[in-house]
Each structure stands twice: as structure tokens, then as C-alpha cells.
């Protein structure tokens, strides 16, 4: 099935560093969300954008809506251990429509 | 409140069989979703539910069937399991179609 494009599959980064995710489409959404999964668990919603160039923060994550509406940012600021986990974007592209996820980028965050 | 809970948690089935899962929505959640998240990958889409309605639909074979309640939960049905079926399945639900998702922990399904 479609699939958004997220990459690297796997990001490793020392605590308290900074760190960008990003997310691209073939075609046009107008509504991106982010969410994190951890093992055994279901994703859990971490930002929701709903309008181009939207710019929304979540405690220390901020995501924004790409104007193109093909793409989003997820930025991690001060990154601690408990932010360890794979990170999804989904996208829709009408409010009736179907979740596309991403296949994931596994964070790791060394002590 | 009470957020959403799938059940079971895990389940082993053999290959032919059929399988049923369930799924209680967040309280007043009228929207569930059922996706599929194979080992590595991103959850897919397999259907939609609104007010009992199917309103939405993935590139899953008719095998796959589903059912809301008119308290919102959920069934996903699954007949002539296939070892490809092996897989988490995820259900979320929403307040309203243009909301954000809220996913269960899923169900771990395998089949032998």
C-alpha cells in the first residue's frame, strides 16, 4: 500500500542534542500528524497540523505543516532518554479519508 | 476517561481459521479505524467506521469484515487466515472524522 516517505530508518543521538525528522508525499494532505510508538504499544498522537505552513509545538517537539502540503517537520529539542522510540508521520488528505503512515524512524538517544 | 482498549492482546491461530477482534472506542468516539502494522512497517489502513457505517475502505480482500456497535465499539473479523495475516492490529478511534487518532496497544495476531 502507499506509504509516505520518511528517512533514515534509524537515527542515533547524544542526550540533549537536537534533532529533525522529515516526512514527504507524492501528493497533497491536509492534515499531517506525528505520532511515537513504543514497544508493545500502540502510536501514540504527538502533534496534529491542520492548515499549510501551520507551526505547532508540543512541550519540547514542534512540527509544521510543509506550504506544499507534501511534506511536514517533526524537530526534537534537548533530546532526553525517554524520547527513544520509532516516530510516524501520517497524512490525510480529506476528513473522510484514510490515515497513510510513514514506515517509521527508530530514535535511539545515548546517555 | 477511559482511552482505547483492544482485546486480546495476543492470539495464535492456524492457517484457515478465523479470528475476531475487538475493540472498545474512547468514550464518545462515534469514528474507529482498524489498521494492519506489519513487523518494520507503518500501520495500514483497512477500514472505516462512522455511526456503525462503513465509510472508507484499504486494499484488504473481502475476508477482512468489520462491525461497529451503537455504543462505538468494534469488531474486526478475519476468515481464511493466511500466515501473512501475522501482523499487530491497531484500532483507533476519533471524536469526529477531522480529528487526530487515538490508538489502542493493538492486537498481536499469529498464525501457524
Known amino acids: 500500500g502507499q506509504q509516505l516517505n520518511q528517512s533514515p530508518q534509524s537515527m542515533f543521538i547524544q542526550e540533549g542534542e537536537d534533532v529533525s525528522m522529515n516526512c514527504t508525499s507524492s501528493s497533497i494532505f491536509n492534515t499531517w500528524l506525528w505520532y511515537k510508538q513504543e514497544p508493545g504499544e500502540g502510536p501514540v498522537l504527538l502533534i496534529a497540523l491542520y492548515k499549510a505552513g501551520e507551526l505547532t509545538s508540543n512541550g519540547r517537539l514542534t512540527a509544521q505543516f510543509g506550504i506544499t502540503r507534501k511534506d511536514s517537520f517533526l524537530n526534537i529539542s534537548a533530546s532526553i532518554p525517554s524520547d527513544v522510540g520509532i516516530y510516524f508521520c501520517?497524512?490525510?488528505?480529506?476528513?473522510?479519508?484514510?490515515?497513510?503512515f510513514g514506515k517509521g524512524i527508530t530514535l535511539s538517544v545515548r546517555p | 476517561e477511559t482511552g482505547v482498549t483492544q482485546s486480546p492482546t495476543h492470539l495464535i491461530k492456524t492457517r484457515g481459521q478465523q479470528v475476531t477482534l475487538r475493540c472498545s472506542s474512547q468514550?464518545?468516539?462515534?469514528?474507529v479505524s482498524w489498521y494492519q502494522q506489519a513487523l518494520g512497517q507503518g500501520p495500514q489502513f483497512i477500514f472505516q467506521y462512522y455511526r456503525e457505517e462503513e465509510n472508507g475502505r484499504g486494499n484488504f480482500p473481502p475476508r477482512f469484515s468489520g462491525l461497529q456497535f451503537p455504543n462505538y465499539s468494534s469488531e474486526l473479523n478475519v476468515n481464511a487466515l493466511e500466515l501473512d495475516d501475522s501482523a499487530l492490529y491497531l484500532c483507533a478511534s476519533s471524536l469526529g472524522q477531522r480529528d487526530g487518532y487515538t490508538f489502542g496497544s493493538g492486537t498481536r495476531l499469529t498464525v501457524v
Open positions: 501520517a497524512g490525510r488528505p480529506g476528513a473522510n479519508s484514510k490515515l497513510t
Open positions: 468514550s464518545g468516539h462515534n469514528t
